[in-house]
């Protein structure tokens, strides 16, 4: 007998919606949907594949023997498969999303790191008139400035460069 199949296999072994859309990657109306559906060859292959492995059976007319058995270890045994099975998928599933937000935070802090380091570069290239040794000598004095120096100091400093812009151009 193979009517609604699918649905008989979800009522005998308990099998939660959630966890099972979550395992065969669909909605939970879709899972709905199966359990409504006369025949189990109506189901998607690939979908049907899953259910199959799900049971560790390779054929509807196995998964139906399914249904038959009566025995209450092989019916522990199927329901320890299928609950391994199906806490593994949805395991993989928060492993793989916890990293693609670890990848996500990466990639924000790589093209933070990038955007400042193409604002040195940039910076960097106002130096370029200058020969190596003045562009070192100047770099260095105002790296010893600046190392240590709060806000305000810093602030003076720009200051009196300015001054000594304004002047220079005069």
Partial sequence: MTTKLFERLVTKFSIKVNDLAKYLEISKATIYNYRNLDDFGDIPSDKQFKIFYLFGKETKEDLELVLDESDNDILAQYVNR????????????????????????????????????????????????????TRTVLLDKVAKIAD?????????FIDYLEIFEAYKNK
Wanted: glycine fraction near 4%; charged fraction near 30%.
């Fill in 82 to 133: 299928i609950s391994s099975i199906l806490k593994g998928s949805i395991q993989d599933k928060k492993e793989s999303i916890a990293s693609i937000e670890s990848l996500s935070m990466e990639i924000e802090t790589l093209s933070k790191e990038n955007a400042a380091l193409k604002r040195q570069l940039v910076s960097l290239q106002k130096f370029d008139g200058l020969d190596e040794f």
């Fill in 148 to 156: 240590g120096s709060s806000t305000a100091e810093i602030k003076q």
